[in-house]
């Protein structure tokens, strides 16, 4: 369904305007419409961080409900997929902190190595994504938030209640994992 987002006449509500007026009025085909819109966007998000498909869509229905829920909050200020975007990625965080077990306390941090621009420049976006996936829960969040949404080792740190050095360390690991992962693809011809 496409909306206008970049014009509207003087007076009138853009269909945007409209579906959150409507959502903030409680009205169930509004927050339908809005769910199924914003939907592939925002599990695109929550899909980076939780693999279990399952647990995705409960993490981004839990979201998708805070939203309704502090829609009247929405000032029609800056972008309504940016504002969507945060509420459903602190549903994502806090799953994350309620499921995921941060036992060590590591505060060393390895040098990174660099994959060979060759065997990077031949993944696929969604096999590059399934190795992400692939990686310890506590990790991959760790290296999404700081790759994939741009978070600083200190926001990381409050949010998954760990030390800067421990994000720093599973963001360290994380590339090292991945690294091992690119190259055990072999995707590099012979010369």
């Known amino acids: 369904m496409p909306i206008a ?18 959502c903030a009025n409680n009205n169930r085909a509004s927050q339908e419409k809005l769910y199924k819109l914003f939907y592939p966007r925002m599990m695109g998000v929550v899909r980076r ?37 945060k509420i459903v990625f602190h549903a994502v965080s806090d799953y994350v902190k309620q499921n995921t077990k941060y036992n060590e306390k590591i505060l060393l941090v390895e040098k990174d190595e660099y994959v060979e621009k060759d065997l990077a420049d031949k993944l696929y976006y969604d096999q590059l994504l399934e190795l992400v996936q692939g990686l310890p829960d506590a990790t991959r969040s760790v290296f999404n938030m700081y790759i994939m949404e ?8 409050k949010m998954l209640g760990i030390s800067e050095g421990t994000s720093k360390w599973h963001l360290s690991e994380g590339r090292r994992m991945l690294k091992e992962k690119i190259e055990k693809l072999q995707l590099h011809y012979k010369k």
């Open 49 to 85: 961080y939780i693999d279990h498909y399952e647990q995705a869509e409960e993490v981004l229905n839990n979201g998708f409900l805070r939203a309704f829920q502090k829609i009247e909050q929405y000032t029609f200020q800056g972008s309504f997929e940016g504002w969507l975007r």
């Open 5 to 22: 987002l970049a014009y509207t006449v003087p007076g009138q509500q853009s269909e945007l305007e409209e579906l959150i007026n409507g």
């Open 150 to 157: 741009g978070f600083s080792h200190r926001e990381i740190g």
